[in-house]
């Protein structure tokens, strides 16, 4: 079954401390992207990358940075944590073309203390 | 960024009713997606579409993509408590596929 993982479920971290959000896919996909998802919000993309090494930055950078190093893993980092970062965050997958839609993971909720 | 509307936001129904659930926009897309997400879970692709007009059936929801590829609509035919969730609209543009999400509608489907 093919997959998107999310390293950890639930995460509580405190504030400023650095926090690493890792994401696989085993789909051989070329997309790679990262959503915050809050109440109220939707949606929100953070950054995405469209192959290895490289990124762009989405609607709501601020406070995060990425690294894709290899083409299945794709990692967001909280460089100082914030409790305004506290959300559930999202990574998925795609092929490129418009018509492929993305494969998500089941998300990792943070709470930031 | 697109923006993306999503109507109603909120959808409380009896089992075996009907529902039609919208979704829409100023802009064009090259293509839409539909979405569920179930409580603390990632969101699972439902349909694709890409060609103004589409029409599209999965079982008991029927997809379809406006003319203009700026709007799309999702019906449910008798729907059933398994359907309970919160629907995603997703607009795709340009070649690259960067979507952008409605906030969704959040649908329960009662017993």
């Known amino acids: 079954d093919v997959k998107v993982t999310q390293s950890s479920r639930y995460l509580v971290k405190r504030t400023g401390e650095k926090v690493f959000l890792e994401c696989v896919q085993d789909?051989?996909?070329?997309?790679m992207f990262w959503y915050r998802q809050d109440p109220g919000l939707g949606l929100r993309l953070i950054y995405f990358?469209?192959?290895?090494?490289?990124?762009e930055k989405g609607d709501i950078p601020e406070g995060y940075s990425v690294s894709r190093e290899k083409k299945e893993r794709f990692s967001l980092i909280l460089e100082s944590a914030s409790t305004n970062q506290t959300s559930m965050y999202l990574c998925?997958?795609?092929?490129?073309?418009?018509?492929?839609?993305?494969?998500f993971g089941s998300g990792t909720r943070l709470t930031v203390v | 960024t697109q923006l993306l509307e999503q109507s109603p936001q909120f959808l409380s129904i009896q089992e075996g009713e009907n529902l039609t659930v919208y979704c829409n926009s100023s802009?064009?897309?090259?293509?839409l997606q539909w979405y569920r997400q179930e409580p603390g879970e990632g969101p699972v692709l439902l349909v694709t579409?890409?060609?103004?007009?589409e029409v599209k059936k999965l079982k008991r929801l029927t997809f379809q993509f406006g003319d203009a590829r700026k709007d799309s609509s999702l019906h449910i035919t008798a729907a059933q408590p398994g359907d309970t969730g919160l629907y995603l609209c997703?607009?795709?543009?340009?070649?690259?596929?960067?979507?952008?999400f409605g906030i969704g509608t959040k649908l329960q489907v009662i017993p």
């Open positions: 998925a997958s795609s092929h490129r073309g418009p018509m492929y839609g993305y494969t």
């Open positions: 990358s469209y192959d290895v090494k490289m990124k």
């Open positions: 802009s064009v897309f090259s293509s």
């Open positions: 997703a607009g795709a543009e340009g070649g690259y596929q960067k979507v952008t």
């Open positions: 789909m051989d996909h070329e997309n």
């Open positions: 579409v890409v060609t103004g007009g």
